[in-house]
Each structure stands twice: as C-alpha cells, then as structure tokens.
C-alpha cells in the first residue's frame, strides 16, 4: 500500500500523529504545525519535538502565515481551537470569536491543497454553536466542505461510551473527497434510496460505525440544504441559517441529515483504573488550609455576584461529586486541571486515603497516552496540553478506518 501522506495542524504534543502511528506505519507526517499565541515558551510545540524529532517539517509558527510551506498531502487533521465553541468560556462567539476564525485558515488550505480525506475534531458545542444562532457555524463548515467538493460525516463521541477511562465528547469530523469510492457509495445510495441509504451509512457503513458502533437512533432527527439554490452564497447562509445539528450526521452535495444515535456501549473502564501504583508525592494532596476553598469550589452556591460594570445578579449552581467517584469514568479534563479549580478531579488517595489531586501521569492515562509523554515541560504546562488534547486510541480506531479506506481507493 502507499504512504498516506499526512498534514497535522494544531498539533499540541502529538495526540492526532501518535494515534495514527499506532494505527499503521503507512502514515507519514510530511508537515506539522503548533504555535501557541497565549505563551512565548513554546511547550507544547517541544514535547512533540522530543517524540517526533526537531525536523524542518515541524513549524513553530501562526498557521496564518505558516500555512504558506505546506506540501501536498492526501489527509489533513487536526483539532482546531475551542475556547470560541466551548460553554467553558462565557461570551464564546463561535466562528467570528479570535480562536474560532481559525476556520477560515483551514477552509484555505483545504481549497488550496483538496486532500483525498480531512478528520478534524472539536467540542461537542461545535454543532450546537452560537448560542443565539443554533447550528450556524456548523453549517458554515458543512457549505465550505460542500463547496471545496466533499461530503462530511460526524459524530460526536464520548470516549468511555467506547472503552476509555474519561468521559471526554467531542465532534469528530472525516471529509472525504468527490473522487473516493465513500463519496460515491454515500452520493448514489442516496440518489436512489434517499435517507434510508443515510441511516445505513451512519449506522453500518459509512466512517465511523464499522469502529464505533451504534445500537440505533433515537425518533430526533433533522435533514436540509446548504447548497447555492437554498443559500445565495456563504454570507446569505451565515445570516439565515439555524437549525438543530444532532451528534450523528451527514452532508452530501449539499444535502444533510442528523440524527441523534445510541451507542453501543463498551464496559467502561473506571478512574480507579488509571491511578499510579505508588503514593504520589507530597503536593498533590489538599493542604488543611486549601480545604475550605475547595469545598466552597465544588459545593452548591445561590449567591449575589456584580458583573464588571457594577450591575448586580444572582449566580447559582448545584453541588459536584466531592472527591470524584472512582467507579465511573472521570468527567472531562480541562486545561485547568491540578489547579484548586470546581473543574480539577479530586480523588481519595487508595495508598493513604486522603483526598489529593490527579498526577500529571494519571492525566496523561485517562487521554491514552503513554506514561511521562509530557515529561521535560513545567508541570503546569503538562496538565495544560493534556486538557488540549484528544483520547488517542479513538484516533488509532479511525486510523486503521482511514487505511481501510484508502487502501480501496488506492486500488480503485
Ligand atoms: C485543541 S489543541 C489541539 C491538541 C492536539 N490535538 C493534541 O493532541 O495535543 C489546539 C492547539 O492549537 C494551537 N494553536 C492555537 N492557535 C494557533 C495558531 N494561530 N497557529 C498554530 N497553532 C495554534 C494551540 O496551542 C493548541 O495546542
């Protein structure tokens, strides 16, 4: 078979190349890209140095102007920054927001170069996002796919619904161009059969099903037009266009259809799985001193706050689990873990029983990455690029799906 020839954007410390890696050897790296704009040190981009090698390939640099070295390539990955399609930030401004116009340096390359195949990944909000918009800048992303010349399918997956330690969702998103025998099965099987040969793609068929099956759909569903007889152009589409994106999900020539699935779910591996062995040291427990503030943190709170410019409101929110449960799989990292954070996991100690935070090893595990992969950066900055990163056995699962495929339209 021929090399698969890849390009990562937002590369962070590797999780997309390591999975694919781990898939098969067929995949090779020809670029890469990371640049972080919040830090002048650039960890990330050194951890994925130290693993893949200090290569003129590998590009310290804003994708904005980066962008201009990147050599032909038949996949592009990446998962593009959040903060503007995440709840976790307030205001998030969805793809107009500073991170969220990263899109449009995508749609660039992609016009530019049109690999055979794109996977890239996100937030579950990504579907969902603007909030006072609902489903537009997903469309957005569906129009410039369908107008480079591509079908899309996604599903947002929930990585312990498939075995993993971490209840971690995320939009996964595979393009595939109009020459793969995908497109032509999904394109022709719709020309004849209409939704039912959509139901069959996502459910049996398509990219994501044969690795993460579905036990069926639940009766929520939306179809429509993207295309040019329903939306003038991109500008009359981001004006009208609302509607209710579902987790599972296809666009082709310009036609979608989302519907919420059920997962078949695999046993899930529980957080008590994944802690070390040995005690942790010392500053991972909570001090006496912390405690107070960490129980305010994680309990429930009806209380009277003021906004920057003075105009009082009420804030509310309900309790958390305090420590986590140790039986059920954790909840999503953030990049804020290990800080004395409502997010940052709290677990009881089994050597000691005390009550202490994760180990920058316990969080390098629940995303499926081996042990130390982080090691050599300040340890703030590990807990950082692990709540930026992905749980990368999905991505070796969709790995082995690309290959499968490519191998088809290789021979084809
Ligand atoms: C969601 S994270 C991706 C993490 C990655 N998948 C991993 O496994 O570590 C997005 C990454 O994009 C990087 N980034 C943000 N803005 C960028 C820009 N303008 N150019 C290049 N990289 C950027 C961030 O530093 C961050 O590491």
Redesign the pocket.
């Known amino acids: 078979m021929e090399q698969i020839r890849v390009v990562e954007?937002?590369?962070?410390?590797?999780?997309?190349r390591l999975g694919l890696e781990q898939a098969s050897a067929n995949f090779q790296t020809v670029w890469a890209?990371?640049?972080?704009?919040s830090m002048q040190a650039q960890f990330?981009f050194d951890c994925y140095e130290r693993h893949f090698g200090h290569r003129p390939e590998h590009v310290c640099?804003?994708?904005?102007t980066?962008k201009e070295g990147i050599p032909p390539h038949d996949l592009l990955i990446?998962?593009?920054?959040?903060q503007d399609y995440s709840i976790a930030k307030k205001d998030a401004r969805g793809i107009e927001g500073k991170?969220g116009v990263?899109w449009w340096?995508i749609n660039t390359i992609l016009q530019t170069h049109r690999p055979r195949y794109v996977l890239l990944?996100n937030v579950d909000r990504l579907i969902k996002s603007p909030a006072w918009q609902k489903g537009r800048d997903f469309s957005i992303i569906l129009r410039c796919f369908y107008e480079a010349g591509y079908a899309v399918e996604w599903r947002v997956i929930n990585a312990a619904d498939y075995g993993e330690a971490q209840r971690r969702r995320r939009t996964f998103l595979f393009a595939f161009r109009n020459d793969t025998a995908l497109f032509r099965e999904a394109a022709e099987g719709i020309c004849v059969s209409g939704l039912k040969a959509a139901h069959r793609l996502l459910l049996q068929d398509g990219f994501f099903a044969p690795s993460f099956p579905l036990y069926g759909f639940e009766r929520k569903y939306s179809e429509g037009w993207l295309d040019e007889f329903q939306y003038l152009d991109l500008k009359d589409l981001s004006a009208k266009q609302s509607c209710h994106f579902y987790d599972s999900g296809l666009m082709v020539n310009g036609r979608y259809y989302s519907v919420e699935s059920i997962p078949v779910q695999f046993p899930y591996r529980p957080l008590c799985s994944i802690l070390e062995d040995c005690k942790p040291d010392k500053r991972y427990f909570l001090s006496a001193v912390d405690m107070e503030r960490w129980q305010y943190l994680k309990g429930a709170k009806h209380e009277l706050r003021h906004r920057k410019n003075g105009v009082p409101y009420f804030f509310s929110e309900g309790a958390m689990a305090f420590p986590d449960r140790l039986d059920l799989p954790s909840r999503t990292m953030l990049t804020s873990e290990g800080t004395v954070s409502r997010s940052s996991h709290v677990v009881v100690d089994p050597q000691t029983q005390r009550l202490r935070t994760l180990t920058p090893i316990e969080c390098e595990r629940l995303n499926g990455f081996p042990d130390n992969w982080t090691a050599g950066i300040p340890e703030r900055m590990r807990y950082f690029?692990m709540g930026?990163?992905?749980v990368v056995p999905l991505v070796k699962a969709m790995g082995r799906r690309i290959t499968a495929l490519a191998e088809i339209d290789q021979s084809s």
């Open positions: 954007l937002f590369a962070g410390v590797g999780g997309f890209n990371q640049w972080e704009p990330a640099q804003n994708i904005v980066a990446g998962g593009f920054p959040c991170k990263l340096e990944e690029t930026n990163a992905l």
